[in-house]
């Protein structure tokens, strides 16, 4: 595994993480795995890669999410990196969802961490995950059936998914954005805003932009190619351009942040879509709401 030795990450603290880590468990269950085999089963072969993802090496793995060691390596690094805690963190946001979603698709989905989470809160619900890596899918699918949960995982391009319009009733994007160029997170909103029904809503978990901006060596953690134009970046404004109203963020334990959006019902003016506009409800938790103006443009 190539790893880049400058970061953050890499020079202090992967030697206190690797501490923690069963190195040898994790490359046991790497071996136990034929990647391909078990990919072939989400694999759309007529996907296309762009190369904003097949040419960067996120988190310092070869290759990124299209190395099936990112795969295995993903959680239990995550772990110490979603503070204070990973789980209280995604089900902090989760909980913000207002009403009962039917149809929930989660962009992005990784290693399903919170679309597992997303179904355990609304088992009535359809849930599907996407991501466009196959060894992230397979990772996902495997902690779905340990936990006995019915989720559909998806090979597909967030910014294209397939999905007929008007079909879900809560997109879902968490840990998202800050890898994608911001041209592409526009678009992957955009996509959001068409496949959710009028009046669903758009939930997404990232990186608080405000703090990274502030705290420039946060961004310097990982490999993260595209986390310095994110931090630049305002997911209010992205949501305003994708046509979302009653849009809000709110700072969740400063280093992460909560942003929501309503798809305007027909006719429905986005700047005064009524009342959706809710308090994260994690005060408790969080730091004082800081939120962002809305301005539509980057
Ligand atoms: C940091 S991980 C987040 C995974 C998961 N959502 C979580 O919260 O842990 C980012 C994921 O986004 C996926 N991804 C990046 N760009 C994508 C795109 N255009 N379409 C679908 N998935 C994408 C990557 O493959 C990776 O699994």
Excluded at 224 to 229: G, L
């Amino acid at each position: 595994m190539a790893v880049r030795k400058d970061t953050i990450f890499e020079r202090f603290l992967s030697p206190v993480v690797q501490l923690f880590i069963d190195r040898e468990g994790l490359e046991q269950f790497y071996r136990s795995i034929d990647w391909e085999t078990a990919s072939d089963r989400f694999r759309n072969p007529t996907l296309v890669y762009p190369t904003y993802y097949s040419s960067q090496n996120f988190h310092g793995i070869d290759k990124g999410y299209l190395n099936p060691r990112a795969a295995v390596s993903y959680d239990p690094i995550t772990q110490y990196v979603i503070l204070p805690n990973e789980t209280l963190v995604r089900q902090a946001a989760i909980d913000t969802v207002q009403g009962q979603p039917q149809r929930i698709l989660d962009l992005g989905c990784g290693t399903g961490s919170t679309t597992l989470l997303l179904k355990q809160k609304f088992p009535q619900a359809e849930v599907i995950g996407l991501d466009f890596s196959p060894y992230m899918l397979v990772m996902a699918d495997y902690k779905a059936q340990q936990a006995g949960l019915e989720i559909q995982f998806v090979h597909a391009n967030a910014e294209e998914t397939g999905f007929p319009d008007a079909s879900f009733d809560l997109v879902t994007a968490s840990l998202l954005l800050h890898e994608t160029p911001p041209a592409v997170s526009r678009k992957i909103l955009q996509e959001a805003a068409r496949s959710l029904k009028p009046g669903g809503e758009m939930l997404i978990l990232d990186g608080n932009q405000n703090t990274l901006r502030q705290t420039d060596w946060l961004t310097q953690i990982f490999e993260e190619p595209y986390i310095q134009a994110y931090a630049a970046g305002n997911v209010d404004a992205w949501m305003g351009a994708a046509g979302f109203g009653a849009v809000h963020t709110q700072e969740l334990w400063w280093i992460h942040q909560v942003t929501k959006g309503v798809k305007p019902l027909p006719g429905q003016d986005p700047d005064v879509t009524p009342s959706q506009a809710q308090a994260v409800g994690t005060d408790r938790f969080s730091f004082p709401d800081v939120g962002f103006p809305a301005p539509a443009f980057e």
